[in-house]
């Protein structure tokens, strides 16, 4: 990893402190996207994920109860 000069690194899990370290002291761009993260995106971006419940919000219609 020391001859690196950009990359990813994913993990289902989470990166140990000593990979989390190495990555500070690398001039390079090294992203490290933990499981937390990757699941974040994945929400995010509709990938590999289902809609299970939708809600719908709604607001008053002010209009409706106006005196004409």
Avoid: P
């Avoid at 990813?8 to 933990?34: E, G, H, M, P, Q």
């Avoid at 993260?37 to 994945?42: A, P, V």
């Avoid at 590999?48 to 809600?55: A, D």
């Amino acid at each position: 990893m020391k001859h690196a000069r950009k990359g990813i690194l994913i993990t289902t899990s989470n990166f140990s402190r000593d990979a989390i370290d190495a990555i500070k002291v690398i001039d390079s761009k090294i992203v490290l996207i933990d499981g937390s993260q990757l699941s974040e995106l994945m929400i995010d971006n509709n990938i590999g994920v289902n809609i299970s419940v939708n809600y719908e919000l709604k607001k008053l219609d002010s209009d409706y109860f106006a005196e004409e």
